[in-house]
């Protein structure tokens, strides 16, 4: 498998402009995690879905952010206006559905697209 | 509100120079703990998961170990292919299915 994949690896605009990041997941998982890591707050989960479905967005900083997944092989992660303060790297996850022990499953990262704001 | 701290922030080791680095964690009830490594413009690999304190995990030349308050990365004999920043994250029962808390992290150079 090749993995999670995400683009732009690295993405550059203006301030006010819209962003949107690509993921796709490794095939076969059910879980999809889009996170966000700066110097100051490390790493932070904004939202993840479930089979398709967001569980829990309450990570999503402002209602400049959004995230969809129409489909089990593809989410899209959009910033709309860009601000400076969004300059950060922008990581996707997935993992495989829990076993019935209820342990959690690991989470493979892709490589993050890194987002500069001007 | 779950907390993970990491320390050091920075380690620097001489090779064959063995190490440990910390991961201090509060939550309320731990369904699991994990180890990253992450190199500079990558994703965070993963290492371990350690589920229950008195649990040791082992990777070559990486052990990770866990208490109730928390875990332990001990380094044997590192090399300089080691350098990297390790993260540690916790996922707890009250934070929802699935969702990690990480720390920080701990950037590590080892010099030959």
């Known amino acids: 498998d090749a993995g999670v994949i995400q683009s732009p690896r690295h993405e550059v605009t203006e301030m006010g402009q819209e962003v949107t990041l690509r993921c796709k997941p490794i095939?076969?998982?059910?879980?999809l995690f889009w996170y966000r890591q700066t110097m100051m707050r490390g790493l932070e989960l904004l939202i993840y879905f479930n089979n398709n479905v967001p569980i829990d967005d309450s990570g999503m900083p402002e209602d400049r952010f959004s995230a969809k997944m129409p489909n089990a092989s593809f989410s899209t992660l959009k910033i709309q206006p860009s601000e400076p303060r969004d300059s950060a790297v922008y990581f996707c996850?997935?993992?495989?559905?829990?076993?019935?022990?209820?342990?959690?499953?690991?989470?493979?990262f892709g490589p993050g697209t890194r987002l500069t704001v001007l | 509100e779950d907390q993970v701290t990491q320390s050091p922030e920075a380690l620097r080791l001489q090779e064959g120079e063995s190490s440990s680095l910390n991961c201090s964690y509060t939550?309320?009830?731990?369904?699991?703990l994990f180890w990253y490594r992450q190199d500079p413009g990558k994703g965070p690999e993963f290492l371990f998961t350690l589920y229950s304190a008195g649990e040791e995990k082992e990777k070559e030349r990486l052990k990770a170990t866990l208490t109730k308050k928390e875990s332990f990365l001990h380094i044997t004999a590192p090399k300089p292919e080691d350098s990297a920043t390790y993260l540690c994250a916790v996922q707890a029962e009250a934070t929802g299915f699935q969702k990690l808390v990480f720390g920080t992290g701990t950037r590590l150079l080892v010099s030959p």
């Open positions: 095939s076969g998982h059910d879980y």
């Open positions: 939550v309320s009830g731990l369904r699991g």
């Open positions: 996850a997935s993992s495989p559905l829990s076993p019935p022990s209820g342990r959690v499953d690991t989470q493979y």
